[in-house]
Nanobody, 116 residues
Framework: QVQLVESGGGLVQAGGSLRLSCVAS????????MGWYRQAPGKQRELVAT???????NYADSVKGRFTISRDNAKITMYLQMNSLLPDDTAVYYC??????????WGQGTQVTVSS
């Protein structure tokens, strides 16, 4: 089993920045890709960004150029640096880890609220 704990969410004005962190514990040897997803009220959960064990990244079009995903394999920690935040970025952000066998693990989520 893998446990994921997110932190760093909060309330910020439009144009501001936040940095989310996700710390993994448990069977961390089993983790392959990691990523951030978000879910706004009344909407489906959507991909924000992913990062492979080797550091290759992928971003949703809506966050390209504003968000940066990174990963510290030694600390088993993943980050999401969010700049130039928009009210549309308001959502609960979830950390995801996928095992080498394809099993998904999720954190409990952290709320990000961007005021206009």
């Amino acid at each position: 089993q893998v446990q994921l704990v997110e932190s760093g969410g909060g309330l910020v004005q439009a144009g501001g920045s936040l940095r989310l962190s996700c710390v993994a514990s448990g069977s961390i040897w089993n983790i392959n890709n990691m990523g951030w997803y978000r879910q706004a009220p009344g909407k489906q959960r959507e991909l924000v960004a992913t990062i492979t064990r080797g550091g290759s990244t992928n971003y949703a079009d809506s966050v390209k150029g504003r968000f940066t995903i990174s990963r510290d394999n030694a600390k088993i920690t993943m980050y999401l640096q969010m700049n130039s935040l928009l009210p549309d970025d308001t959502a609960v952000y979830y950390c995801n880890a996928r095992s080498v066998t394809g099993k998904d693990y999720w954190g409990q989520g952290t709320q990000v609220t961007v005021s206009s």
